[in-house]
């Protein structure tokens, strides 16, 4: 990245995260006039077309967003450099942006990560919550938890903890249906299940010593949402069965506001990742953010090796 031309790689970086050369010229201090030179000047050195650009949009060019992607990793890395060099190497600083599942965000994540500011006062905190999966790329993002195992990709994905995933209801659902004991019994329940890009979550697949049974949630009798938040609500108000990582109803089975169901019938695992791009260069404060998940996971999983019983 040459010094003379590091202006205009910020200016095209800002243009791309808000979709209006204007926009991110007067951002950086520049005239809409001058922010276009400056675009035409970059492109004519990389003799690349990064834009498509029309009177009402901008849109990345395919050559755009590759070196999108080293643009934003470069960046980071010298203000990184330069926070360490003006602060000192002890202090770590700068945004940092977690996307997580609605659920597991709001009810777990959200507070380890007040922890976590306070062992680290000088980050700023960006949490993207959703059920789809992240574009680390797209989204400005540094880092992404989800369970399960990751599609292939260029990602990096580190294991941070098992999770087994859990059938639960409230006291007040089961004390008028009952308790089932076996998949079998399942029929006689409502269920709440997820609706993610891959279709409807509505089976269900149960082990124990050797045995496999699969059953089928009706859908037609089901409770659909794409959100994780609201079926882990709609159980704690009594309206059927889950499905749920232990991990975003832990608190719940310990306060007994839910009741795991079926112990002995172990559902497929769903191991916790954090996932991030592929780079030579880590910043210190996403190295930082993953080693006290880490910690974190660790001193929670101990405690939830009870629950399972």
């Known amino acids: 990245m040459a010094a003379d031309n590091l202006g205009d790689i910020r200016l095209f970086v800002e243009a791309a995260a808000l979709g209006s050369l204007s926009d991110a010229g007067r951002k950086i201090g520049l005239s809409p006039a001058?922010?276009?030179?400056?675009?035409?000047?970059?492109?004519?050195?990389?003799?690349?077309?990064?834009?498509?650009?029309?009177?009402?949009?901008?849109?990345?060019?395919?050559?755009?967003?590759?070196?999108?992607?080293?643009?934003?990793?470069?960046?980071?890395?010298?203000?990184?450099?330069?926070?360490?060099?003006?602060?000192?190497?002890?202090?770590?600083?700068?945004?940092?942006?977690?996307?997580?599942?609605?659920?597991?965000?709001?009810?777990?994540?959200?507070?380890?990560?007040?922890?976590?500011?306070?062992?680290?006062?000088?980050?700023?905190?960006?949490?993207?919550?959703?059920?789809?999966?992240?574009?680390?790329?797209?989204?400005?993002?540094?880092?992404?938890?989800?369970?399960?195992?990751?599609?292939?990709?260029?990602?990096?994905?580190?294991?941070?903890?098992?999770?087994?995933?859990?059938?639960?209801?409230?006291?007040?659902?089961?004390?008028?249906?009952?308790?089932?004991?076996?998949?079998?019994?399942?029929?006689?329940?409502?269920?709440?299940?997820l609706l993610g890009a891959s279709g409807l979550a509505n089976e269900w697949r149960f082990e124990r010593e050797g045995e496999v049974q699969t059953y089928t949630v009706p859908a037609a009798t089901s409770r659909e949402t794409n959100d994780g938040a609201l079926a882990r609500q709609w159980a704690l108000e009594g309206q059927g069965i889950v499905m749920k990582s232990v991990w975003d109803v832990a608190e719940d089975l310990r306060a007994g506001r839910l009741k795991l169901l079926m112990p002995k019938w172990r559902m497929a695992d769903a191991p916790v990742h954090a996932l991030y791009q592929r780079t030579r260069y880590m910043a210190p404060r996403v190295r930082a953010v993953l080693d006290f998940l880490v910690e974190r996971f660790e001193a929670e999983g101990s405690r939830m090796a009870g629950l399972l019983k």
Request: proline share 5%; hydrophobic share 45%.
């Open 34 to 193: 001058a922010a276009s030179a400056r675009l035409v000047k970059l492109e004519g050195e990389l003799n690349t077309r990064l834009f498509e650009r029309t009177t009402r949009h901008l849109r990345l060019t395919a050559e755009g967003a590759l070196y999108l992607s080293h643009c934003q990793q470069a960046l980071a890395a010298l203000d990184d450099a330069q926070a360490a060099l003006q602060a000192g190497r002890s202090v770590v600083s700068g945004k940092l942006r977690i996307a997580a599942t609605s659920d597991f965000g709001r009810h777990v994540l959200r507070g380890w990560l007040e922890e976590f500011n306070e062992r680290y006062p000088q980050i700023t905190l960006a949490l993207v919550l959703g059920d789809s999966m992240a574009n680390l790329l797209q989204d400005d993002l540094d880092l992404a938890i989800r369970f399960g195992v990751p599609p292939s990709s260029s990602m990096v994905a580190r294991p941070l903890a098992p999770n087994r995933r859990v059938l639960c209801a409230a006291p007040s659902y089961l004390a008028k249906r009952g308790m089932p004991r076996r998949p079998a019994d399942l029929h006689r329940f409502e269920g709440i299940v």
